[in-house]
């Protein structure tokens, strides 16, 4: 079983619909993060989580909102979906504490087109 | 901030040649890692090599191998005896070790391998 899990895997919605993409993962890590990958800009950051209690925005959080449910688990809400936050979403998890160097854990991606 | 630029979008090669992807960062820090991941048509990011700022000696995994140059802030990574597993699109990415540890990502480059 995969460590990192997304779901959906696809999404199509309409403009002005609320969305949630969840994160779930079974490494123990306490940190997790959102990322959204644009053509020709890369991956960046959205949020960032260092345990229940620790919420952090990243670079571009405006129109989304994360929420921290237990240590396994970071969803990612968009309110109000607009076209522009058309992109693929990506869930990470790290334990800077372990022996993995740093290293974050990547889920399969959630494809989100808003329509 | 940090920026990370990958100045090449597309490169294609032949099976079983050698190929080198650029990648240049700008940071005023000293200490921080540096990663280049492999995002397969799959979507799936797969962690291919990490450096350590600290660390003269590049780091080296079977066919991949990067070429260091901190004070230039070059990273780049080396496929020898290119497969055609090793098309995807491969991103540089920049981490503090202190505080959030976000990566920053480049732009990414495409590479296609031709049989």
């Known amino acids: 079983d995969a460590d990192v899990t997304q779901t959906p895997r696809n999404r199509i919605t309409k403009t002005g619909k609320r969305i949630m993409l969840e994160c779930s993962q079974t490494?123990?890590?306490?940190?997790m993060y959102w990322y959204r990958q644009d053509p020709g800009l890369g991956l960046r950051l959205i949020y960032y989580?260092?345990?229940?209690?620790?919420?952090n925005k990243g670079e571009i959080s405006d129109g989304y909102s994360v929420s921290r449910q237990a240590q396994a688990k970071f969803s990612l809400s968009l309110e109000s979906a607009i076209p522009n936050q058309t992109a693929l979403y990506f869930c990470?998890?790290?334990?800077?504490?372990?022996?993995?160097?740093?290293?974050?854990?990547f889920g399969p991606g959630t494809r989100l087109t808003v329509l | 901030a940090q920026t990370v630029t990958q100045s090449q979008p597309e490169m294609s090669v032949q099976e079983a040649e050698t190929v080198t992807l650029s990648c240049t960062y700008d940071?005023?820090?000293?200490?921080?890692?540096l990663f280049w991941y492999k995002q397969p048509p799959s979507r799936q990011m797969i962690l291919v090599i990490r450096?350590?700022?600290?660390?003269?000696q590049n780091a080296t995994e079977n066919r991949f191998s990067v070429n260091f140059q901190k004070a230039a802030k070059s990273f780049s990574l080396k496929i020898s005896d290119s497969q055609l597993g090793d098309t995807a699109m491969y991103f540089c990415?920049?981490?503090?070790?202190?505080?959030?540890?976000?990566?920053?990502f480049g732009q990414g480059t495409r590479l296609t391998i031709n049989p």
């Open positions: 990470a998890t790290s334990d800077p504490s372990g022996t993995g160097h740093n290293e974050q854990f």
């Open positions: 490494k123990g890590h306490d940190r």
């Open positions: 989580s260092f345990d229940v209690k620790d919420i």
């Open positions: 940071t005023s820090e000293n200490n921080y890692y």
């Open positions: 450096q350590e700022a600290y660390k003269q």
């Open positions: 990415a920049f981490m503090k070790p202190e505080g959030a540890q976000k990566l920053v």
